[in-house]
């Protein structure tokens, strides 16, 4: 129960600093724009590094539970295993325009290892959580949009 609760407290911590990261950098994409690019980053990534992940651990959604009310953000998730994680996924990452943003010996007590990284164009965030053995559960994110009707999904 007590490392439920540290990681609770860990991803809470995580999304205040990608989300105040997020803030501050220049051009703002449309939700479109931003919502097909971590697709295809996430594709690059799960391509790159070889990350195994079958059909039922991975999603692609559209939610707005923390956004405020009228804006929506894309999600992605996916859970499997890297021979190389994080070490790959993060240096795939970097190559693709990321930057780290949250050390993981900041955050370390008794939690899993966890990497943010965020792409300054972009406003794009993923987080890279370390799990048992060679699995590995990477969520991008976009930051909350105020969508056009027609695009909702």
Not at 4 to 21: D, E, K, T
Not at 108 to 117: Q, Y
């Amino acid at each position: 129960m007590r490392l439920a609760g540290r990681s609770v407290m860990m991803s809470a911590v995580l999304i205040c600093v990608a989300v105040a990261a997020a803030c501050t950098s220049g051009r703002q994409f449309s939700f479109e724009e931003a919502a097909r690019q971590l697709t295809a980053d996430t594709d690059t990534l799960l391509t790159s590094a070889a990350l195994r992940v079958a059909p039922d651990h991975r999603s692609d959604e559209t939610e707005d539970r923390s956004c405020v009310p009228g804006q929506v953000r894309r999600l992605v998730r996916a859970e499997g295993e890297a021979a190389d994680a994080p070490d790959g996924l993060l240096d795939t990452l970097q190559d693709m325009g990321y930057d780290r943003i949250v050390e993981d010996l900041d955050l370390r007590d008794e939690s899993p290892e966890v990497s943010v990284v965020r792409n300054p164009l972009t406003n794009l965030t993923f987080e890279l959580t370390v799990l048992d053995g060679p699995n590995v559960r990477i969520v991008g994110r976009t930051t909350c949009y105020v969508p056009r009707e027609d695009a909702r999904s």
